[in-house]
């Protein structure tokens, strides 16, 4: 089977030299991953962000280019070109990052 490029969401909890800010409770890793199927791409994924001193706590997948842009996803060329360079290097390629802060403030 072909190798795919498959859209993740990838929520990290904090660890020592993960390199997110200081105040942050974690954060969200939009990433395009290649693997012959979806399970493959996550793998590879939570296995390079353990490396990466990350702690990766969730992932939900969004499936291949095709997939989403059958269910409509607007997919601009920046996205399309960190895809392609995932595929093209069998990579895991993190395209943001959103770091997580709790809210300091009590709501009323």
């Given at each position: 089977?072909?190798?795919?490029?498959?859209?993740?969401?990838v929520q990290v909890g904090r660890s020592e030299g993960d390199g997110?800010?200081?105040?942050?409770?974690?954060?969200?890793?939009?990433?395009?991953?290649?693997?012959?199927?979806?399970?493959?791409?996550?793998?590879?994924?939570?296995?390079?962000?353990?490396?990466?001193?990350?702690?990766?706590?969730?992932?939900?997948?969004?499936?291949?280019?095709?997939?989403?842009e059958a269910e409509g996803h607007e997919i601009g060329e920046e996205?399309?070109?960190?895809?392609?360079?995932?595929?093209?290097?069998?990579?895991?390629?993190?395209?943001?990052?959103?770091?997580?802060f709790a809210d300091e403030r009590p709501q009323h």
């Open positions: 089977m072909a190798q795919q490029v498959y859209t993740l969401l997110l800010p200081r105040r942050a409770t974690g954060a969200g890793l939009l990433c395009y991953a290649s693997g012959k199927d979806e399970d493959e791409a996550v793998r590879e994924t939570v296995a390079i962000l353990k490396q990466a001193e990350m702690a990766p706590l969730d992932v939900t997948g969004y499936g291949t280019l095709e997939e989403r996205d399309r070109a960190l895809m392609q360079r995932a595929l093209d290097e069998n990579a895991v390629i993190v395209a943001q990052i959103e770091p997580f």
